[in-house]
């Protein structure tokens, strides 16, 4: 096993509360790209939010080509049994593939007060990628990502993230995907859908999917208008923050 880079440690924020967050990160990065959003969450409603680092990630890409979903369900399912031992409210959020795992997290467990998924790829903008992705396989093992100004300025302010996706890691996510979206209407614990007008990775409609297919439980949804892929590290940090704070004390009454 690889050392885990500094910056893609996981965190503990301990609140004063009965209430426990845990917030998972996207395919590729680690705890620092939603650490933003949960410390002011921490403020915000003042309960504890734990970022846990997934399987194959914050070490080396050849670590995460190893992986699969279930390793990384795996690590979230026992996370949440450990918590339930400290705490009698446990909600799952997720950004990007996080998303996905905090929704599987709801179609598998009774046990969560309730979910927040944030740009959840259900539709991506690159077109057939799940079609295409054993071709590439052929010629090359990883994905290049774009060293673009968004990605530089995210790495400036402490993310720490791949320089590329490997092919069976995403192959697998792809499977995730479609189990969680077989699953979407098993559900039955409050959900709260946030998406990104500005994603360039996920498309826009994604969301709006998910609050449609959750049909068993209430839904609550959120464009994000000024917001990109990663809207935990974005200007509508602090909006993100309040609605899932606002969120965690609606379902006192439920």
Request: charged content about 20%; aromatic content about 8%.
């Amino acid at each position: 096993m690889n050392k885990i880079h500094p910056q893609a440690q996981p965190f503990y924020l301990q609140g004063n509360n009965d209430t426990v967050l845990l917030f998972i990160h996207g395919i590729t990065a680690s705890p620092s790209e939603v650490y933003p959003t949960a410390r002011l969450l921490h403020e915000k409603a003042q309960c504890s939010v734990k970022g846990i680092l997934l399987p194959g990630h914050g070490t080396t890409l050849a670590d995460l080509s190893k992986t699969r979903w279930t390793d990384w369900y795996k690590t979230v399912d026992i996370e949440i049994t450990k918590l339930k031992k400290q705490y009698s409210r446990i909600f799952i959020a997720g950004l990007s593939m996080g998303g996905l795992l905090s929704l599987y997290a709801g179609i598998r467990r009774t046990d969560i007060k309730g979910l927040i998924s944030i740009n959840t790829p259900i539709f991506i903008k690159i077109p057939a990628v799940d079609i295409l992705a054993p071709i590439v396989r052929l010629v090359c093992r990883n994905i290049p990502k774009s060293n673009n100004h968004w990605n530089k300025e995210l790495n400036n302010q402490g993310r720490f993230n791949y320089n590329a996706t490997p092919i069976d890691a995403f192959q697998s996510m792809w499977q995730l995907r479609h189990k969680v979206v077989e699953g979407l209407n098993m559900i039955t614990v409050p959900l709260l859908v946030m998406q990104s007008a500005l994603d360039e990775t996920v498309r826009s409609d994604s969301g709006r999917f998910i609050a449609s297919r959750v049909v068993n439980a209430p839904v609550d949804y959120l464009e994000l208008t000024l917001s990109r892929h990663v809207a935990t590290m974005d200007q509508e940090k602090g909006l993100i923050a309040g609605k899932i704070a606002e969120f965690i004390e609606q379902t006192y009454n439920m």
